[in-house]
């Protein structure tokens, strides 16, 4: 089975542009988790999702993030406008049940600079 | 407060020493889960162990080990006659059953292994 899918791997914009990230989980979770990790914060959690519907964006840090899951196959982070602090590694991961009794599945993230 | 402690922030190691990673974790709930993750300079997260509150039992896998003690709120990691491919950050997460929507990540453990 192919793993937690996140593009682009690497995304470079310019301060007040607006950046997507994508997720695809893996097929059949039902959890979907967006995680940011920065050198000072570590990994903290923005959103997550249970069967497409955000359940805790207590997480996501302004307006200027957004986050949607249109079906169980897909997720988008949204940030606009950016801001050079937004720069960090950006995660989805994915668990088949209960996130507090189940593995979250990473992806390989998106390194996000914003200059 | 933390939830989950890694005090050693680095650690380096000579090959085929053996190393042992601390995790001191903080939390009322009787039902909890433990989670070791391994981010390799590449820069993903992979899962390497789950373990439940009512599963005290020592878990060995290869060269790898953990060590649940539930006195001293403690899920250590040993790797056995390390290797350079070792090298990695590792991170210890703590999820409960109450408040099951997020892992609490700690702050990583930076282990380099030493040719």
């Known amino acids: 089975d192919a793993g937690v899918i996140q593009s682009p791997r690497h995304e470079v914009t310019e301060m007040g542009q607006e950046v997507t990230l994508r997720c695809k989980p893996i097929?059949?979770?039902?959890?979907l988790f967006w995680y940011r990790q920065t050198m000072m914060r570590g990994l903290e959690l923005l959103i997550y999702?249970?069967?497409?519907?955000?359940?805790?964006d207590s997480g996501m840090p302004e307006d200027r993030f957004s986050a949607k899951m249109p079906n169980a196959s897909f997720s988008t982070l949204k940030i606009q406008p950016s801001e050079p602090r937004d720069s960090a590694v950006y995660f989805c991961?994915?668990?088949?049940?209960?996130?507090?009794?189940?593995?979250?599945?990473f992806g390989p993230g998106t390194r996000l600079t914003v200059l | 407060a933390q939830k989950v402690t890694q005090a050693q922030t680095e650690i380096s190691v000579v090959e085929k020493e053996d190393v042992t990673l601390d995790c001191v974790y903080e939390t009322r709930d009787t039902t909890y889960y433990l989670f070791w993750y391994k981010q390799p300079p590449s820069g993903e997260l992979v899962f390497l162990i789950r373990r439940n509150s009512f599963d005290e039992q020592n878990e060995i896998s290869g060269r790898y080990s953990w060590n649940f003690q539930k006195s001293t709120s403690s899920f250590n990691f040993t790797i056995t006659a390390s290797q350079v491919v070792d090298s990695a950050v590792y991170f210890c997460?703590?999820?409960?059953?109450?408040?099951?929507?997020?892992?609490?990540f700690g702050t990583g453990t930076s282990l380099t292994v030493i040719p």
């Open positions: 991961a994915s668990s088949p049940r209960g996130p507090g009794r189940d593995t979250q599945y």
């Open positions: 997460a703590l999820s409960e059953a109450t408040t099951g929507n997020q892992f609490y």
């Open positions: 999702f249970n069967n497409n519907v955000p359940i805790d």
């Open positions: 097929s059949g979770h039902d959890y």
